[in-house]
């Protein structure tokens, strides 16, 4: 039963239309879809796992009992507040567009950076880390020992088939993201029931058991620290980089059938799904180690560690097909996402170079096929940068993963300022169909700024102190450039009299994609 009735249509492209935009994207994605691709590129079945060992290597059991919590309350906070306005400016590269209509042409082109930035990286970071948990699987029987050029390869040959699926249209992606939604929640369940039936002995209160496994107790996942508080944040770092990518569903706004109202819905339920799901399976993993003591020091080998010694082969192996076949498919959302993000900052000329290029759209395929590609050839560069350069002892790729977590949500976080500071006045007269009371959307607005916060500090502290350097330095190089030369080149979205001189110019390229009006 189709439920998009033409009137759905024309009220989407009229919300479009009046923000100065064409409908070239094929809107073809539902109110699933776009939960999906949110709830897929989240994945707690890629950081969930790949990161498992921040909560037990920090404060032992109470970092997935408790810190899980803590932790999506922070994402929660900032999905509320970005739903609010998601449902009032649904287009793709959302944020970027926010930043710069409820502040200015400044924040606007600061946010796009930040958040490109942080999609990029965060693309490799997804990447690598299937990479790595394929070496740890499945790479004895091919051979596949896990050095970085087979590490750089893997990544290579991945992302570049999540690039062709991207390429070839809307409609197969979100195939594809919509059977991850269904294979996480169903891998899940079967981890979650094969832990706690193969589990030695369940201790429940476990999961709020706090003990010090710092240093050479905990495999050195986190420095020797004798401040459990202090231990406790850090833990929340499994949490944070785990529920994060929830603002794809505002990179497809422009996909999205009745965005006004499907958006905000996907961004809050992938997360709100993601949490719940996620601390059953983290509390389950939790519960199934035999050995807290010896587990703990296995350090980021602990979730294999404790899968050898609690499942039978057979199960083991299955499992971890489905959650290789998961991970790829985070990879292949995340792909859609920094692509959607990248075609809108360039359709306003934010790119120094190509923009126009970078703007089109495929007749045939109705997607952004140059920014597709580009996206997926700066996430091969940056593999190739993260693990063959080593700053000291430590690879690039570590310091950048966590520089990853405050670009991007730096970039989630200055639109809502702005957005707070705009709500009810010129800028943003009204809410969106979707919309919590003013004071309810202010409050969890400013808790976000306040989770802001406990971010930059775990995302800084040591062992990761070079990270304040790399986002500081960023920051630096952004205000130089916008001074030099964006200040007077980039003109941000359309407003005004320009939204209005722009209605043939959106009649033509929605007649060159074959839309209809």
């Known amino acids: 039963m189709n439920d998009y009735t033409d009137k759905d249509h024309h009220e989407d492209l009229k919300v479009l239309h009046g923000m100065g935009y064409a409908q070239e994207l094929s809107r073809s994605m539902s109110k699933f879809s776009n939960f999906a691709i949110s ?40 999905a509320l507040s970005m739903a609010q306005i998601a449902s009032a400016f649904p287009t793709a590269g959302g944020l970027y567009h926010w930043g710069s209509i409820l502040g200015n042409r400044f924040w606007g082109w600061l946010t796009a950076w930040l958040n490109l930035l942080g999609l990029i990286t965060v693309l490799g970071a997804i990447n690598i880390g299937t990479a790595y948990f394929f070496t740890g699987t499945f790479g004895s029987y091919f051979g596949f020992a896990g050095t970085d050029w087979q590490i750089v390869g893997f990544v290579a040959a991945i992302t570049i088939i999540q690039a062709i699926f991207n390429h070839v249209g809307i409609k197969v992606t979100t195939f594809l993201t919509d059977i991850s939604g269904w294979i996480i929640f169903a891998t899940t369940a079967v981890l979650v029931v094969a832990c706690l039936y193969y589990a030695p002995a369940i201790d429940i209160s476990r999961l709020w058991t706090f003990k010090n496994y710092s240093g050479e107790a905990g495999g050195n996942v986190f420095p020797q620290s004798d401040n459990m508080a202090y231990l406790f944040l850090l833990s929340l770092l499994l949490p944070v980089y785990t529920i994060t990518g929830y603002d794809a569903s505002a990179h497809t706004s422009e996909e999205t059938k009745n965005a006004a109202h499907s958006v905000p819905r996907g961004i809050v339920s992938s997360v709100f799904w993601s949490s719940i799901v996620g601390w059953i399976m983290i509390s ?184 304040l350097w790399v986002v500081l330095g960023f920051l630096a190089l952004a205000m130089v450039l916008w001074l030099a030369v964006e200040n007077r080149r980039f003109e941000g979205p359309p407003t005004g009299e320009k939204i209005a001189a722009r209605k043939a110019a959106i009649a033509a390229a929605e007649a060159a994609v074959g839309e209809k009006a």
């Open 39 to 78: 709830f897929s590129i989240i994945c707690i079945l890629s950081g969930g796992i790949n990161s498992f060992a921040q909560a037990i290597g920090s404060v032992g059991g109470a970092g997935a009992g408790i810190g899980w919590i803590t932790g999506c309350i922070v994402s929660g906070m900032f």
């Open 284 to 467: 389950a993993i939790m519960l199934a180690i035999p050995d807290m003591d010896a587990a703990a020091a296995q350090g980021w080998g602990v979730f294999f560690g404790t899968m050898d010694a609690v499942l039978p082969a057979g199960l083991k192996a299955v499992i971890y097909l489905f959650i290789l076949i998961a991970q790829f498919l985070c990879g292949l959302a995340t792909v859609t996402s920094a692509s959607r993000m990248l075609f809108a900052f360039s359709r306003d000329g934010g790119m120094p170079v190509g923009s126009k290029a970078l703007a089109t759209v495929s007749r045939t395929y109705r997607t952004p096929v140059n920014a597709i590609w580009t996206a997926t050839a700066l996430c091969i560069l940056y593999v190739v940068l993260a693990l063959t350069i080593k700053v000291g002892e430590t690879s690039i790729y570590v310091v950048v993963v966590n520089s990853t977590l405050v670009f991007l949500f730096l970039s989630f976080t200055i639109p809502l300022v702005a957005g707070m500071f705009a709500y009810g006045g010129p800028k943003w007269p009204k809410p969106g169909p979707w919309a919590m009371s003013e004071g309810l959307y202010k409050l969890v607005t400013v808790l976000s700024v306040i989770g802001m916060a406990v971010i930059l500090f775990i995302a800084v502290a040591p062992p990761n102190e070079r990270v």
